[in-house]
């Protein structure tokens, strides 16, 4: 059934139930409401071609504000861990396989140290979202099993726990400053995508219109040239995403497969590949308009 006559019964009921000023008005709108947005997906209006993008681009948006609080938290630890002073040195301690020095007094450095950690890495406001690890794992995680297994083996913090624990750090917060350049290329080949995506979909809106068969012949091939080059030049946007997905995503000077990277960046949007995705519903909707233009055209001949 067209969408048109669907909507006409809804229309007529509540204007028929409405009782008194207010009620009257309300079921009105709503009625104005249910014809404004059947003429807009009638029309294409309601039409978004690059939902999935946008989409994407706050999903990054999101990341890069969580690995950002990540890095700054780690600097924060790092800070705080260099003020500590260590305790002196006494028989080696074996620590989950890091080499080790004790202390000669339990100064409490490593509850300092404990304490920074908590107070800082696992403080950041996504923690119980995307982590809500305990510490021993948490650390373990971060800086691997054996600094944590010294940080959790001893009371005292020794000069050797202490520097491979800011070594840890270090690395973790390079680590992430990478992460966060492979973020940043990713936003802007979604941004450069998705301005193509949108320049496609506004040549095909430009050249498809009511009573196509009114125009004339020479119209109707201008209208068509000027679809077929939109279609022309998004096909080759996609096909240099194509390229992109399957080159892999780098992080730094290593390369990790698309479809892993993807699927964790987009994990709450429709679609791992946006891009591809968008394109693919404004290419259907140039088919769509192509049809109809052609139609006119053979009309003619």
Same mark, same amino acid.
């Given at each position: 059934?067209p969408?048109?006559?669907?909507?006409?019964?809804?229309?007529?009921?509540e *204007?028929?139930?409405?009782? /008194?000023a207010?009620?009257?008005?309300?079921?009105?709108?709503?009625?104005?409401? /249910?014809?404004?947005?059947?003429?807009?997906?009638?029309?294409?209006?309601?039409?978004?071609?690059?939902a999935?993008v946008?989409?994407?681009l706050e999903?990054?948006?999101?990341?890069?504000?969580?690995?950002?609080?990540e890095? =700054?938290?780690?600097?924060?630890? *790092?800070?705080r861990i260099?003020g500590l002073?260590?305790s002196?040195p #006494?028989? !080696? +301690? =074996?620590?989950?396989?890091?080499?080790v020095v /004790?202390?000669?007094?339990?100064a409490?450095?490593?509850?300092?140290?404990?304490?920074?950690?908590?107070?800082t +890495?696992?403080d950041?406001?996504?923690?119980?979202r995307?982590?809500?690890e305990?510490?021993?794992?948490?650390?373990a995680?971060?800086?691997?099993?054996?600094?944590a297994?010294?940080?959790?083996?001893?009371d005292?913090l020794?000069?050797?726990v #202490?520097?491979?624990?800011?070594?840890?750090?270090?690395?973790?917060?390079?680590?992430?400053?990478?992460?966060?350049?492979?973020?940043?290329?990713?936003?802007e080949?979604?941004?450069?995508?998705?301005?193509?995506?949108?320049?496609?979909?506004?040549?095909c809106?430009?050249?498809d219109?009511?009573r196509?068969r009114?125009?004339?012949? =020479?119209?109707?091939?201008?209208?068509y =040239?000027?679809?077929?080059?939109a279609?022309?030049?998004l096909?080759?946007t996609?096909?240099r995403?194509?390229?992109?997905v399957?080159?892999?995503?780098?992080?730094?000077?290593q390369?990790?497969?698309?479809?892993?990277v993807y699927?964790?960046?987009?994990?709450?949007?429709?679609?791992t590949?946006?891009?591809?995705?968008d394109g693919?519903?404004?290419?259907e909707?140039?088919d769509?308009v192509?049809r109809r233009? !052609?139609?006119?055209?053979?009309?003619?001949?």
């Amino acid at each position: 059934m067209p969408a048109s006559y669907s909507l006409a019964p809804r229309i007529e009921g509540e *204007v028929a139930a409405c009782s /008194g000023a207010f009620g009257c008005l309300e079921a009105l709108a709503g009625s104005l409401v /249910g014809l404004v947005l059947w003429a807009g997906l009638a029309t294409g209006l309601l039409f978004a071609p690059r939902a999935n993008v946008r989409a994407a681009l706050e999903a990054l948006r999101v990341e890069y504000e969580a690995i950002t609080a990540e890095q =700054d938290a780690l600097e924060a630890f *790092v800070s705080r861990i260099e003020g500590l002073s260590p305790s002196g040195p #006494k028989s !080696t +301690v =074996d620590a989950g396989g890091v080499g080790v020095v /004790g202390a000669t007094t339990s100064a409490g450095g490593m509850e300092q140290l404990r304490t920074a950690y908590r107070e800082t +890495v696992m403080d950041v406001p996504h923690y119980e979202r995307d982590y809500g690890e305990s510490f021993p794992v948490n650390i373990a995680n971060e800086f691997g099993d054996g600094v944590a297994g010294a940080v959790l083996a001893n009371d005292a913090l020794s000069p050797q726990v #202490k520097r491979a624990v800011l070594a840890s750090a270090e690395e973790g917060v390079t680590s992430r400053e990478r992460y966060l350049d492979t973020l940043d290329r990713e936003r802007e080949r979604l941004e450069r995508a998705g301005a193509a995506l949108e320049a496609a979909a506004a040549s095909c809106e430009a050249v498809d219109g009511q009573r196509l068969r009114r125009r004339s012949f =020479d119209d109707l091939q201008e209208r068509y =040239d000027r679809l077929d080059d939109a279609r022309d030049s998004l096909s080759s946007t996609l096909e240099r995403r194509q390229e992109q997905v399957q080159d892999g995503v780098a992080f730094g000077w290593q390369r990790r497969d698309s479809e892993s990277v993807y699927r964790y960046l987009y994990q709450d949007i429709d679609a791992t590949y946006p891009v591809l995705a968008d394109g693919t519903r404004v290419l259907e909707r140039m088919d769509a308009v192509e049809r109809r233009i !052609t139609t006119a055209l053979t009309a003619q001949v």
